[in-house]
């Protein structure tokens, strides 16, 4: 179920942007793996926010 929301919520903002980011824990190994395994890839590392990783994607 969770492929199929972020796949609605890609195709909305690729609409609009050709780069989009999210955040996630950086514990949330379970998490992480979903998003790399959906072609995300980590990016800058966020300003006082030790706990939590970026990631981004660009339209293809």
Request: charged share 25%; net charge negative; proline share 7%.
């Amino acid at each position: 179920m969770g492929r199929f929301l972020l796949d609605d919520a890609e195709a909305l903002l690729f609409a609009a942007h050709p780069a989009i980011r999210l955040e996630t824990f950086a514990a949330n190994t379970a998490a992480r793996a979903f998003y790399e395994a959906r072609g995300w890839r980590p990016g800058a590392p966020l300003e006082g926010e030790p706990a939590r990783l970026a990631y981004v994607k660009h339209a293809d």
